[in-house]
């Protein structure tokens, strides 16, 4: 049965916290006083003042308990009940007004159980509003109820004084068995949470980072809810232990339960109707509406959940929208999209730059006794329409599926390749460098328009959404050395000579085929290994095109680079370009961190300050991205020249003026394909028969479409194509008067 406790009604909103949790010398308000930090200096009520409250059908246990500042009007409280110690900043007889919302100051229709109300707040028919703190120019109306615990952890994965470990809370994330859990804490960066969800054989790591989360809260009882300044809250049925920060605003949500929801005058956020949200850390600038329902969660700021979302036991990374989805223990990075009512995602750790297609189905235990299956997709990954896959699945970056079922497990190495399930021929079919070769104008205008929607205030973790940066590049070169290897089996099978070479001599011999010209090429058969768990064939397409696009991408990137090391410093002459640039640094691992690039032997170094307990704190870990954001810039330009030399055998630190000519000559020449191939990508849209038979007119198509002539993002592209040329044209320049 329902056990009812029966107190006095005069001990209603006292002893909020148990004698057994108070200090000596303290009484219940000792945490609520430290919290509230308005400066108003209250006094009692007059009687006069009572007799008018009173007239207005109000009611106390105690007015002596009810204190108010100078500035208080007891003519605008109406029909409210008064328990425990409540404290009333100024009212005045203005009303208050936000999306034609206009209420009058005052407290009216409500009852209000030891709380603190700010300046000119309206509270309006609150059924019960309960050990809150209520900041100026708060409007609340309309609620059922809003009250705070004495234990209320607003969100955090920690345990108040005297709860059992077992009320912790945990994100499982990236597994469904719960192995990579982490605690969830108010400020937790993408890299915090995947540090956390890997390395999970350091068990000095593992519990170092726990610590941190303890250490970083007070633990002790007695904390009050908080409702920032000029936050609105109307319609809403149920609000219990949430912390709410200033211009919020909540409107029509069922319940948000055990809730941090950050929120400024520069990053406002908000709720809408029919949400329900339990245990989660809502970050700046977020929008949540139209019958989200989020459990055991953290959302990133501005970041959206909309139109009935369902995330659980997730991370989800800054500027990221999830709308009508699916999305169950999942790290996800920033900048993913996923919408449709049909799309799924569960046990996944997804790097960033993402996007989900409608009906895919990115879900695990599909082929294990046990739910313990996971996937690993890098920066760009992009399952299209009805694509389902097999867990264990691992990709490369900026990897684009087919649509179809997936029947088996992948681990695909390349980066930028087209992935489909041939199923009249039974084979995995992988074209890699697709993005350049047929798309470059997604391709491009991703990554600036994640860069472009980039809003956070705080950009601790740097994070670089171009499609060529030393993750992937690294695959690139990996990716060019399996072609190589594919390739000359290939050759062999098809000659039938016998080879005795080791790997590096297969290599050099794929190299020779994939770089000159022989008819013989176009008659091989390239298949793969290892790239999926079956035995049937994986054959990959346009090896050779692929290949020459990836050497061209490798120059490219690293004049890119170079030249805007040169710009930066104000270098001017080859001789003190070529003596500045770094060298000796080996072509590294890096790691991405949450969506920030950071060289593995830097986490490295970090991860063993963190297990040796030379690190106490997760700002010491914030203060290590920080570090390497700021030296980012350099070890981008030092991989790009590592990358160089791996693919080409040449050093810039030594090559003649005649060899940087020919690297910026090339680069010139990517940079106008590139560009080409966004524009013409573009145009297919315009040409296309079959999308233009819907409109009456090219009139109209261009009325709907807006024009291809007016396209902004292909004409900063031709003006930085333009830019380009003519600094590699000063260069070239340049290195005549050498």
């Keep these: 049965?329902?056990?009812?406790?029966?107190?006095?009604?005069?001990?209603?909103?006292?002893?909020?916290?148990?004698?057994?949790?108070?200090?000596?010398?303290?009484?219940?308000?000792?945490?609520?006083?430290?919290?509230?930090?308005?400066?108003?200096?209250?006094?009692?009520?007059?009687?006069?003042?009572?007799?008018?409250?009173?007239?207005?059908?109000?009611?106390?246990?105690?007015?002596?308990?009810?204190?108010?500042?100078?500035?208080?009007?007891?003519?605008?409280?109406?029909?409210?009940?008064?328990?425990?110690?409540?404290?009333?900043?100024?009212?005045?007889?203005?009303?208050?007004?936000?999306?034609?919302?206009?209420?009058?100051?005052?407290?009216?229709?409500?009852?209000?159980?030891?709380?603190?109300?700010?300046?000119?707040?309206?509270?309006?028919?609150?059924?019960?509003?309960?050990?809150?703190?209520?900041?100026?120019?708060?409007?609340?109306?309309?609620?059922?109820?809003?009250?705070?615990?004495?234990?209320?952890?607003?969100?955090?994965?920690?345990?108040?004084?005297?709860?059992?470990?077992?009320?912790?809370i945990w994100l499982e994330v990236c597994n469904e068995n719960g192995g990579r859990s982490i605690l969830p804490f108010n400020g937790m960066l993408p890299g915090d949470a995947w540090l956390w969800s890997r390395y999970r054989a350091n068990e000095g790591l593992q519990s170092k980072l726990k610590e941190f989360t303890d250490n970083r809260y007070d633990l002790r009882r007695g904390f009050y809810g908080e409702v920032g300044d000029r936050s609105i809250i109307k319609n809403t049925r149920i609000i219990k232990d949430v912390w709410i920060g200033t211009d919020a605003y909540i409107k029509g949500a069922n319940k948000l339960k055990n809730l941090t929801i950050n929120s400024s005058p520069q990053a406002k956020s908000q709720i809408g109707?029919?949400?329900?949200?339990?245990?989660?850390?809502?970050?700046?600038?977020?929008?949540?509406?139209?019958?989200?329902?989020?459990?055991?969660?953290?959302?990133?700021?501005?970041?959206?959940?909309?139109?009935?979302?369902?995330?659980?036991?997730?991370?989800?990374?800054?500027?990221?929208?999830?709308?009508?989805?699916?999305?169950?223990?999942?790290?996800?990075?920033?900048?993913?999209?996923?919408?449709?009512n049909n799309s799924f995602l569960c046990a996944a750790l997804v790097m960033g730059q993402s996007n989900m297609a409608a009906g895919a189905t990115i879900g695990s235990n599909h082929n294990s006794r046990s739910p313990d299956g996971e996937l690993i997709a890098g920066r760009g990954f992009w399952p299209g329409?009805?694509?389902?896959?097999?867990?264990?699945?691992?990709?490369?970056?900026?990897?684009?599926?087919a649509k179809g079922d997936y029947p088996y497990e992948l681990n695909i190495p390349i980066p930028f390749s087209l992935i489909s399930n041939d199923q009249s021929r039974n084979e995995l079919v992988?074209?890699?460098?697709?993005?350049?070769?047929?798309?470059?104008?997604?391709?491009?205008?991703?990554?600036?328009?994640?860069?472009?929607?980039?809003?956070?205030?705080?950009?601790?973790?740097?994070?670089?959404?171009?499609?060529?940066?030393?993750?992937?590049?690294?695959?690139?070169?990996?990716?060019?050395?399996?072609?190589?290897?594919?390739?000359?089996?290939a050759?062999?099978?098809?000659?039938?000579?016998?080879?005795?070479?080791?790997?590096?001599?297969?290599?050099?011999?794929?190299?020779?085929?994939?770089?000159?010209?022989?008819?013989?090429?176009?008659?091989?058969?390239?298949?793969?290994?290892?790239?999926?768990?079956?035995?049937?064939?994986?054959?990959?397409?346009?090896?050779?095109?692929?290949?020459?696009v990836f050497r061209e991408i490798v120059n490219y990137y690293t004049v890119q680079q170079v030249l805007g090391y040169a710009t930066e410093n104000q270098l001017t002459s080859f001789a003190a370009l070529q003596e500045s640039l770094p060298s000796g640094h080996p072509l590294e691992e890096w790691v991405n961190a949450g969506g920030q690039l950071i060289r593995k032997t830097e986490m490295d170094r970090l991860i063993d300050e963190v297990s040796n307990g030379n690190a106490n704190s997760w700002e010491h870990i914030h203060e290590f991205y920080k570090q390497q954001s700021a030296a980012y810039a350099k070890d981008k330009l030092a991989h790009s020249i590592a990358a160089f030399e791996e693919v080409f055998g040449i050093s810039l630190k030594t090559a003649g003026t005649a060899i940087f000519k020919d690297l910026l000559q090339r680069a010139a020449h990517t940079k106008e394909w590139m560009t080409a191939g966004i524009s013409e990508s573009r145009a297919k849209d315009y040409q296309n028969p079959f999308r233009m038979m819907v409109y009456e007119s090219e009139q109209e198509m261009e009325k709907v479409l807006g024009s291809f002539e007016s396209n902004s993002f292909i004409k900063q592209e031709v003006e930085n194509l333009q830019s380009f040329k003519q600094e590699v044209s000063n260069w070239i320049e340049n290195l005549k008067n050498n």
């Design 385 to 401: 329409l009805c694509v389902s896959l097999k867990h264990n699945s691992k990709f490369a970056s900026f990897c684009i599926l």
């Design 491 to 548: 050759y062999l099978r098809k000659t039938g000579e016998t080879f005795t070479g080791g790997n590096r001599d297969l290599a050099l011999l794929g190299e020779r085929l994939l770089e000159k010209e022989d008819l013989l090429f176009y008659d091989l058969e390239i298949i793969a290994e290892g790239f999926e768990n079956n035995h049937r064939v994986i054959r990959l397409v346009k090896v050779k095109e692929s290949y020459r």
């Design 1 to 168: 049965m329902n056990i009812i406790n029966k107190r006095p009604v005069g001990d209603l909103g006292y002893d909020f916290i148990a004698a057994d949790f108070l200090p000596p010398g303290q009484d219940e308000y000792y945490l609520r006083n430290a919290q509230n930090k308005n400066g108003v200096h209250y006094r009692s009520l007059t009687r006069t003042e009572i007799e008018v409250l009173e007239r207005n059908r109000n009611a106390s246990d105690n007015w002596n308990k009810v204190l108010v500042s100078d500035a208080f009007n007891p003519e605008l409280v109406k029909n409210c009940q008064f328990h425990g110690l409540v404290r009333i900043g100024k009212l005045e007889p203005y009303y208050l007004e936000f999306h034609n919302l206009r209420m009058p100051v005052g407290l009216y229709n409500s009852t209000i159980i030891s709380c603190d109300l700010g300046d000119n707040v309206v509270i309006d028919n609150v059924s019960y509003i309960s050990h809150y703190i209520i900041g100026n120019e708060v409007i609340i109306v309309n609620v059922n109820e809003i009250a705070c615990t004495d234990h209320a952890k607003f969100g955090n994965g920690v345990v108040k004084e005297g709860e059992q470990e077992k009320v912790r």
């Design 273 to 340: 109707e029919g949400c329900e949200l339990v245990n989660g850390i809502i970050g700046y600038g977020c929008r949540i509406f139209y019958g989200v329902k989020a459990v055991r969660f953290v959302l990133n700021d501005n970041s959206q959940l909309k139109y009935g979302a369902r995330l659980i036991n997730s991370y989800l990374g800054y500027n990221s929208t999830i709308s009508c989805c699916e999305v169950l223990n999942s790290l996800i990075f920033p900048a993913h999209e996923q919408h449709h």
């Design 430 to 489: 992988i074209m890699p460098a697709y993005w350049f070769l047929y798309n470059m104008y997604a391709l491009a205008r991703n990554s600036w328009k994640y860069g472009d929607r980039d809003k956070r205030t705080d950009k601790t973790q740097l994070i670089d959404f171009d499609f060529l940066a030393p993750d992937s590049i690294n695959e690139i070169i990996h990716g060019m050395e399996l072609m190589e290897r594919f390739t000359a089996k």
